[in-house]
C-alpha cells in the first residue's frame, strides 16, 4: 500500500502565495507520475500540475506562468508552488501518484486534501 500525506494548505490573500507538499510512503518501487489536482466546492476534480520521470512538467492552463511542481526522488515529495494565487484557486488540493503495479499494469493512490482558500 501507499500513503500519501499533504501539507501546506491553509488560507491565504488574493495576489499571496502559498507551497503545498506531499510525503509519500509505503511500497513504492516504480512511479512513472507524481502530480497535483484540486476540487473546488460544485466542480469536477481536475489536474492541476504533473510530472513524470524526466522531470517533463505539464500545467493547466489556467495556471500556467503562477504555478510549479518539484519533485525529489529521494525522498518521494512532490511540491507545488503557487504564486499570485486567485479566490477560483480556492479548493482541496490532492496529492496523486501513479506507478507500476505488476503485469503492465498501472495503478493511482490518491492523498486525503489540503484546503486552499484564497480570499478576495
Known amino acids: 500500500q501507499v500513503h500519501l500525506v499533504e501539507s501546506g494548505g491553509g488560507l491565504v490573500q488574493a495576489g499571496g502565495s502559498l507551497r503545498l507538499s506531499c510525503a509519500a510512503s509505503?511500497?513504492?518501487?516504480?512511479?512513472?507520475?507524481m502530480a497535483w489536482y484540486r476540487q473546488a466546492p460544485g466542480r469536477q476534480r481536475e489536474l492541476v500540475a504533473r510530472?513524470?520521470?524526466?522531470?517533463?512538467?505539464n500545467y493547466a492552463d489556467s495556471v500556467k506562468g503562477r504555478v510549479t511542481i518539484s519533485r525529489d526522488r529521494l525522498k518521494n515529495t512532490v511540491s507545488l508552488i503557487m504564486i499570485s494565487l486567485k479566490p477560483e484557486g480556492t479548493a482541496v488540493y490532492y496529492c496523486?501518484?501513479?506507478?507500476?503495479?505488476?503485469?503492465?499494469?498501472?495503478?493511482?493512490?490518491w492523498g486525503q486534501g489540503a484546503q486552499v482558500t484564497v480570499s478576495s
Open positions: 510530472i513524470d520521470n524526466n522531470s517533463f512538467t
Open positions: 509505503g511500497y513504492i518501487f516504480s512511479i512513472n507520475t
Open positions: 496523486t501518484l501513479n506507478q507500476d503495479s505488476g503485469n503492465g499494469n498501472k495503478r493511482d493512490y
